[in-house]
Protein backbone atom coordinates (compact mmCIF):
# COMPACT_ATOMS: atom_id res chain seq x y z
CA UNK A 1 0.00 0.00 0.00
CA UNK A 2 3.10 2.47 0.84
CA UNK A 3 4.42 1.57 -2.40
CA UNK A 4 1.57 2.51 -4.23
CA UNK A 5 0.71 5.78 -2.80
CA UNK A 6 4.96 6.46 -3.17
CA UNK A 7 4.82 5.60 -6.37
CA UNK A 8 1.49 7.80 -7.45
CA UNK A 9 3.13 10.95 -5.22
CA UNK A 10 6.28 10.63 -7.84
CA UNK A 11 4.10 10.45 -10.73
CA UNK A 12 1.52 13.45 -9.71
CA UNK A 13 5.54 15.29 -8.47
CA UNK A 14 7.03 14.68 -12.09
CA UNK A 15 3.79 16.12 -13.75
CA UNK A 16 3.69 18.57 -12.25
CA UNK A 17 7.35 19.87 -12.76
CA UNK A 18 7.01 18.99 -16.37
CA UNK A 19 3.87 21.34 -16.63
CA UNK A 20 5.47 24.11 -14.54
CA UNK A 21 8.25 24.34 -17.31
CA UNK A 22 6.43 24.91 -19.83
CA UNK A 23 6.22 28.48 -20.99
CA UNK A 24 4.34 28.47 -24.11
CA UNK A 25 0.61 28.35 -24.46
CA UNK A 26 -1.71 27.70 -27.53
CA UNK A 27 -3.55 31.05 -28.67
CA UNK A 28 -6.03 31.02 -31.09
CA UNK A 29 -7.17 33.80 -33.60
CA UNK A 30 -10.85 33.43 -35.38
CA UNK A 31 -12.82 36.01 -36.75
CA UNK A 32 -13.77 38.34 -39.57
CA UNK A 33 -12.52 40.65 -41.64
CA UNK A 34 -15.05 43.53 -42.84
CA UNK A 35 -15.86 46.54 -44.65
CA UNK A 36 -15.63 49.40 -42.12
CA UNK A 37 -18.47 51.64 -43.88
CA UNK A 38 -20.90 48.69 -44.61
CA UNK A 39 -20.39 45.65 -42.43
CA UNK A 40 -19.79 43.12 -45.45
CA UNK A 41 -17.44 40.65 -45.64
CA UNK A 42 -14.45 41.19 -47.07
CA UNK A 43 -13.39 38.13 -49.15
CA UNK A 44 -9.49 36.64 -49.53
CA UNK A 45 -8.12 39.25 -47.28
CA UNK A 46 -4.58 38.57 -45.96
CA UNK A 47 -4.57 38.47 -42.03
CA UNK A 48 -1.46 39.09 -39.96
CA UNK A 49 -0.28 38.24 -36.88
CA UNK A 50 2.01 40.70 -35.26
CA UNK A 51 4.08 40.28 -31.97
CA UNK A 52 6.19 42.76 -29.78
CA UNK A 53 8.97 42.30 -27.59
CA UNK A 54 7.49 43.51 -24.49
CA UNK A 55 10.87 44.19 -22.65
CA UNK A 56 11.58 46.63 -25.72
CA UNK A 57 10.02 49.81 -25.58
CA UNK A 58 10.93 51.31 -28.84
CA UNK A 59 10.47 47.97 -30.82
CA UNK A 60 7.69 47.75 -33.49
CA UNK A 61 5.54 44.99 -34.12
CA UNK A 62 6.66 42.58 -36.76
CA UNK A 63 4.81 39.87 -38.56
CA UNK A 64 4.70 36.64 -37.15
CA UNK A 65 2.74 34.66 -39.54
CA UNK A 66 -0.22 35.03 -42.14
CA UNK A 67 -3.43 33.51 -42.95
CA UNK A 68 -5.76 34.06 -46.28
CA UNK A 69 -9.52 34.86 -45.60
CA UNK A 70 -11.91 32.86 -46.75
CA UNK A 71 -14.58 33.65 -49.58
CA UNK A 72 -16.77 35.30 -46.61
CA UNK A 73 -14.09 37.63 -45.01
CA UNK A 74 -13.68 34.36 -42.19
CA UNK A 75 -10.07 33.29 -40.46
CA UNK A 76 -8.81 30.92 -37.49
CA UNK A 77 -5.01 30.55 -36.57
CA UNK A 78 -3.79 28.73 -33.83
CA UNK A 79 -0.41 29.26 -32.22
CA UNK A 80 2.17 29.12 -29.84
CA UNK A 81 2.52 32.31 -27.85
CA UNK A 82 5.74 33.03 -25.70
CA UNK A 83 5.07 35.13 -22.71
CA UNK A 84 7.66 37.62 -23.63
CA UNK A 85 5.46 38.78 -26.54
CA UNK A 86 2.24 40.96 -26.84
CA UNK A 87 0.35 39.88 -29.90
CA UNK A 88 -2.12 41.91 -32.17
CA UNK A 89 -3.46 41.10 -35.61
CA UNK A 90 -4.05 42.98 -38.62
CA UNK A 91 -5.57 42.95 -42.13
CA UNK A 92 -5.29 44.23 -45.79
CA UNK A 93 -7.19 43.53 -49.24
CA UNK A 94 -7.10 44.85 -52.14
CA UNK A 95 -9.43 48.43 -52.55
CA UNK A 96 -8.87 48.78 -48.79
CA UNK A 97 -6.71 50.28 -46.38
CA UNK A 98 -3.92 48.30 -44.39
CA UNK A 99 -4.78 48.61 -40.71
CA UNK A 100 -0.95 47.45 -39.99
CA UNK A 101 0.56 50.79 -39.02
CA UNK A 102 -1.53 51.63 -36.32
CA UNK A 103 -0.65 48.24 -34.67
CA UNK A 104 -3.80 46.60 -35.68
CA UNK A 105 -6.28 44.88 -32.72
CA UNK A 106 -5.14 43.18 -29.76
CA UNK A 107 -4.89 39.24 -28.92
CA UNK A 108 -5.20 38.12 -25.85
CA UNK A 109 -2.48 35.24 -25.09
CA UNK A 110 -3.26 31.61 -24.02
CA UNK A 111 -6.89 32.37 -24.90
CA UNK A 112 -9.77 32.06 -27.77
CA UNK A 113 -10.11 35.26 -29.49
CA UNK A 114 -12.76 36.30 -31.56
CA UNK A 115 -12.10 39.22 -33.31
CA UNK A 116 -14.14 41.23 -36.00
CA UNK A 117 -11.26 43.27 -38.23
CA UNK A 118 -12.52 46.36 -39.50
CA UNK A 119 -10.88 47.60 -43.09
CA UNK A 120 -11.47 51.11 -44.57
CA UNK A 121 -12.56 51.35 -47.93
CA UNK A 122 -10.38 53.14 -50.37
CA UNK A 123 -12.44 55.88 -52.32
CA UNK A 124 -12.62 57.11 -55.54
CA UNK A 125 -14.06 60.76 -56.65
CA UNK A 126 -15.28 60.69 -60.81
CA UNK A 127 -15.79 63.94 -61.88
CA UNK A 128 -17.23 64.98 -65.64
CA UNK A 129 -15.80 68.62 -66.05
CA UNK A 130 -18.44 70.66 -68.81
CA UNK A 131 -17.47 74.32 -69.61
CA UNK A 132 -21.39 75.25 -70.02
CA UNK A 133 -19.69 79.05 -70.35
CA UNK A 134 -16.74 79.30 -73.09
CA UNK A 135 -14.70 82.37 -73.36
CA UNK A 136 -13.94 81.84 -76.87
Known amino acids: MKTTLSVFIS???MLTG???CKKDATTTVSGRVTDATT???VPNATVYIQRRNTSCFSCNAGTFASVKADSKGNFVYSFEADKDFSYSIAAEANNYFSNKPSGGIGIDSYKKNS???PLQPIAWLKLHVKNTAPFD
Open 115 to 117: LLV
Open 39 to 41: GVA
Open 18 to 20: LNA
Open 11 to 13: IAL
